[in-house]
């Protein structure tokens, strides 16, 4: 077939158009970050909370005009609080979609099985589940936690027994459930080193309907506090109201969860909520003047134009939602979308603002969450999803 | 403590019994094992804090939806996952089908009521006391029932219906008695008494869709302990069986108490396998 030099020099054009024309296009495409959160399924109210913070963040990220000109866009599968869909999720994130960077599992028993699935892949991933195994910069070195680890959950409560409340015998009980038995495992022996004597400790079936043998038996040993370590909010009330039927004031100490607004409706009397310290995070907590700081004064005034319910969860579930993208966000202006150039930069990351808490990462380091900022609460100081700091806090 | 073991004990033993005489009036007029029974237990509180704590109904209308509910779901059991497999009752794919059924409705409870515990409703306004509602309300319950299938059976037309195709249904089908009506209307009746047992017991075990298999499973033991479609046999072995367990609880504590409890119910069986007040049955080989 014969071309006439008209012909030879549209197809020329033709050529060169379609090559240059390429990477412009892909310039203004939308970088995919994958997202993994529970949105359905038992354990899906964190999950929830969470999602709520990371759409308000990714809606700024964008009407701010995106990263460098290109708008994030959110690549969700609902993992169903099931560790079998969590994977496949992220096997699709990855090899359907090729995404860019993946945010999440939320949960730990969801994360266990989807940190080494996304290290064979070679995809950064930011998750903010405890279970201190789920980060490991020699075998995962792309997986970065923007939350506290189980040992510094667990240490702030112990350390909030120990050397504030000065409670030297402790009960200390879980469900059975992985979460509560792994718990109880390592914080009994933390507590030992604390100088505390471990008078109870006992995995209990979350679904018996009375606990009152449990506490009896803490009590006859001695307990000066009680810490439970648990999600499940029937049972935390259980012991909650238990506690108040036998009039036996000793602090409960522990799990966030004994904070939540469910836990108030399940318990018998409200002044049973007393006396009971949960986890928590200083930088979305009130200070004994009941003020938050000026940060988190505008994220919630960012919150409530958004129109975002706090009444129904917790601030710091909200706030660490709106941290992430911001964090990934920040890390692709900054170096773009290349995997490596993505962990390089959070490795160097130091202090990133966040309303959560400041993230800093090394290399040797990919827990980011200070310990510092992981402090107890007064339960019953509930409002807007934010709880006032425990006595015993300096503001 | 003994107040607390019997108090506790005898309470969510009527619960448990409630949810074997489920198992029971539903196997009576079909000879299947329908596994929806712990899920109706799950439903009757699920409901009774839908309707009275979410919508604000009062107690009583609350209660009485509650029912009608449990009976309908006790009727699209018969109809879904029960007169389908009837005619192939030897290859047992009952166990199947309301397991899945049962399983349906757990996790559809799960999405659109909660996946967390809710609150059930206080029912009586009245003080907190040792012998307190959160107690006698199951013991009232299951008294109830015991005395109203009593009647039911014994003094009543229907009731005799009813004990006729437990009998033997070709024989009554054969007289004319419409077994498809009776089947309908016995799980209908089972779904109430589920639910029932759900309600009165909604204080202690809340409103929870995981519930469902709890009740499936400790509901199971009475009838098998009682022997299978005895009600006095499940009503004394789920007494039995929520004593020793609130017992367990307090001699060995944690998770051994289950284990304590799974222990004694094999040994039993293995003495006993037709039951506390069974007896074997011959069959022509």
């Known amino acids: ?395 | 403590m003994v107040q607390s073991i019997i108090l506790t004990g005898v309470a969510i033993g009527c619960v448990y019994a409630l949810i074997a005489i489920t198992y029971n009036v539903m196997f009576s007029a079909s000879r299947v094992f329908s596994f929806t029974a712990g899920t109706l237990g799950m439903l009757g509180g699920v409901f009774g804090s839908l309707f009275i704590s979410r919508m604000g109904l009062p107690v009583a209308i609350g209660f009485l939806l509650a029912l009608a509910g449990g009976a309908i779901f006790g009727v699209v059991t018969e109809i879904v996952a029960v007169r389908p497999v009837l005619k192939s009752l030897e290859q047992h794919l009952y166990v199947l089908s309301t397991l899945a059924l049962a399983l349906m409705v757990q996790q559809f409870t799960a999405i659109e009521f909660s996946t967390e515990q809710q609150p059930f409703p206080r029912l009586l306004d009245l003080p907190r006391v040792d012998f307190d509602q959160l107690f006698w309300l199951p013991m009232l319950a299951c008294a109830f029932v015991i005395v109203g299938l009593e009647l039911l059976y014994r003094h009543t037309l229907i009731g005799h219906a009813f004990l006729a195709i437990a009998e033997d249904n070709y024989a009554a089908r054969a007289l004319g008695l419409p077994e498809r009506g009776l089947r309908m209307a016995s799980f209908a009746i089972a779904g109430g008494i589920g639910a029932l047992a759900g309600f009165a017991g909604g204080e202690m075990l809340l409103a929870f869709f995981a519930n469902a298999p709890t009740l499936t499973f400790y509901g199971f033991v009475p009838v098998a302990l009682g022997g299978m479609g005895n009600n006095r046999g499940a009503v004394v072995a789920g007494l039995l069986l929520g004593l020793f367990q609130q017992a367990a609880n307090f001699l060995v504590g944690g998770i051994f108490a289950s284990v304590a409890v799974f222990t004694v119910f094999i040994i039993f069986l293995l003495a006993r396998p037709d039951g506390l007040v069974g007896s074997a049955v011959g069959r022509r080989v």
Not at chain 1, 100 to 118: D, I, K, Q, R
Not at chain 1, 197 to 210: F, I, K, L, M, W
Not at chain 1, 231 to 255: C, H, K, Y
């Open chain 1, 1 to 395: 077939m014969s071309m006439t030099r008209r012909q030879a020099l549209a197809s020329g054009a033709a050529v060169l158009a379609t090559t240059i024309a390429r990477p412009a296009i892909a310039a203004k495409e939308p970088i995919q970050v994958g997202y993994l959160p529970a949105l359905t399924g038992p354990s899906s109210s964190t999950g929830i909370g969470i999602n709520r913070g990371i759409q308000l963040a990714v809606q700024e990220i964008n009407a701010a005009g995106g990263i460098d000109g290109r708008q994030m866009e959110l690549i969700t599968r609902d993992t169903q609080s099931d560790p079998t869909k969590a994977v496949n999720g992220a096997a699709e994130l990855t090899r359907g979609q090729k995404v860019s960077c993946v945010f999440g599992p939320v949960n730990s028993g969801e994360s266990l099985a989807v940190v080494p699935l996304l290290a064979r892949t070679n995809t950064p991933q930011v998750h903010p589940c405890w279970v201190d195994t789920l980060t490991d910069p020699q075998k995962y070195p792309m997986c970065f936690r923007n939350a506290p680890t189980n040992q510094q959950i667990g240490g702030a409560a112990n350390r909030y027994v120990v050397e504030v409340l000065k409670r030297k015998k402790v009960a200390v009980i879980s469900d059975t459930t992985g979460y509560g038995t792994a718990s109880v495992n390592a914080y009994v022996p933390m507590l030992k080193e604390k100088g505390a004597e471990v008078v109870y400790q006992g995995n209990v079936d979350a679904a018996n309907p009375d606990v009152k043998p449990e506490l009896l038996r803490m009590q006859s040993a001695g307990a000066e506090a009680i810490m439970p370590w648990s999600v499940n909010a029937g049972f935390l009330s259980r012991i909650i109201n238990t506690r108040g039927q036998m009039g036996w004031d000793v602090p409960i100490v522990g799990q966030t969860t004994l904070g939540i607004g469910l836990i108030a409706g399940l318990l018998e009397k409200h002044e049973y909520w007393a006396n009971v310290y949960p986890n928590n995070f200083r930088p979305v907590c009130f200070d004994g003047g009941g003020k938050l700081t000026d940060r988190t004064n505008g994220f919630l005034d960012r919150l409530k134009s958004a129109k975002i319910e706090m009444g129904d969860t917790l601030l710091w579930w909200i706030a660490l939602g709106y941290d992430s993208p911001r964090m990934i966000a920040e890390a692709m202006k900054a170096v773009g979308t290349e995997p490596d150039k993505i962990v390089g930069y959070l490795n160097q990351l130091k202090n990133f603002p966040g309303v959560y808490g400041d993230i800093s990462f090394t290399p040797e380091r990919h827990n980011g969450y200070p310990d510092e900022q992981v402090v107890m609460v007064e339960a019953n100081s509930l409002k807007d999803g934010a709880f006032k700091l425990a006595p015993g806090y300096s503001s």
